[in-house]
């Protein structure tokens, strides 16, 4: 990500770490009092780093291609059974790991060519598959893909909603948002908690919690935000002091203020 942001996206970015990135539903650091006592009566059916920090995606050098990284994810894939041989990282079966990465538009390519060098550098066969939307979209619903991109945006207080994306129920369901096939009894329990909470407080903790337990299973591989919107405007306009918290608010609550717009007059 570090090499991707500065070479290709100006630097203008910060790395996603969870599903409720930026709000009050996001795991930061050692959980709360109040999430442990969400988490407990999973303690035995959960990995033990749900307890401890929040996971984050590790920092690269910067270069591109960081060696101890490399090397980190090398030993991983050894211990699964997947070595190289010929080049080839493969299974005792002779079966080479292969990944496609579904794609509908070509502004993508350049981000994921660079991670698919580091594949190929591990010895995995990964390669990019261009199809038009109207594909993308069928195969987004029979799950016919091995990685897919997708960007989920969730109410600020989500609800029933969140079943869609990571209960086992929409595992099964052909069409539902939950792509990475997320069929977990204790995140199901999660989700069953978070929707029937009955104040802030409680969805918030809750969702916490659910946030731990999604990323110590590396459902996903996060892209990138940006907490800010970018717009470019003629000096022209009031807008109120508070702004909307996530919405970017024009043009819905600006005005025409006519004394900038008679400086701007001026001006011209």
Known sequence: FEWTNK???????????SV??????M?????SPEELAVLEPFRDRVLPEVFGPAWVPPDTDGSG???????????LLNAAGWTVKDGRRSNAK???LTVEFLLTERSFEPHHQTFIKNLKVLGIDA??????????EERQK???FDIAIARF????????????????????????????GISDPVVDALVDKAVAAQTQSALDNTCRALDRVLRSGRYWIPHWNKASHWIAYWDQFGFPATKPRYARGAPETWWLDQARAAKLDQAK
Do not use: C, W
């Open 65 to 75: 291609q960081d060696r101890k990284l490399l090397r980190s994810a090398g030993e």
């Open 94 to 96: 002779g079966e080479q």
């Open 20 to 25: 409720f990135q930026n709000s009050e539903m």
């Open 127 to 136: 390669n990019i598959r261009l199809v038009d939307p109207a594909q993308a």
């Open 142 to 144: 029979d799950f016919d």
């Open 27 to 31: 795991a930061l650091g050692e959980p």
């Open 7 to 17: 070479n290709l996206m100006y630097g203008s970015y910060q790395r996603t770490h």
């Open 153 to 180: 945006i969730f109410p600020q207080i989500p609800g029933s909603s969140l079943r869609n994306y990571f209960s086992s129920e929409s595992a099964r369901t052909k069409g539902s948002n939950n792509l990475a």
